[in-house]
């Protein structure tokens, strides 16, 4: 049985499988601004998780590529839109040099380092390597 809470947020969001591209933009919005936020309560946090597999299956259905980002690519769009900043990643890559290596490429992410990533920013450490 939902708690209230995430009845509430379900009802507010009104997810459900997409079937166009303004229900894509609009459930995508909601997600963005979860992905924001730096906590999460319980219930944030499963609509979160919902409206992610929402989205995935809408881009599978409708053909996108599978990305060949780089885990460069993928750090530095997470900080794009989740509004951090490079000294956020201080504390997990240790020096300056090293954050801007791993945001240049030049230097790869290691598995202890994908899994603080993963920790910051809710992914899968897998995500970042």
């Not at 900043?85 to 201080?90: C, E, G, P, Q």
């Not at 954050?99 to 490429?105: K, P, R, S």
């Amino acid at each position: 049985m939902p708690t209230a809470a995430y009845q509430d947020l379900l009802t507010e969001t009104l997810p459900a499988r997409i079937s166009d591209d303004a229900e894509y933009d609009r459930l995508y919005a909601r997600f963005l601004e979860l992905f924001r936020q730096h906590h999460r309560a319980n219930a944030e946090q499963r609509l979160y998780s919902l409206l992610s597999v929402f989205i995935e299956d809408y881009d599978r259905r409708n053909g996108l590529p599978p990305t060949n980002d780089t885990p460069a690519d993928r750090l530095n769009y997470l900080l794009e839109i989740s509004q951090k900043t490079r000294a956020d990643l201080l504390p997990i890559f240790g020096q300056r040099s090293h954050v801007n290596e791993a945001l240049n490429g030049r230097r790869p992410i290691s598995a202890e380092q994908a899994r603080k990533l993963g920790k910051m920013f809710h992914l899968n450490p897998g995500y970042f390597i």
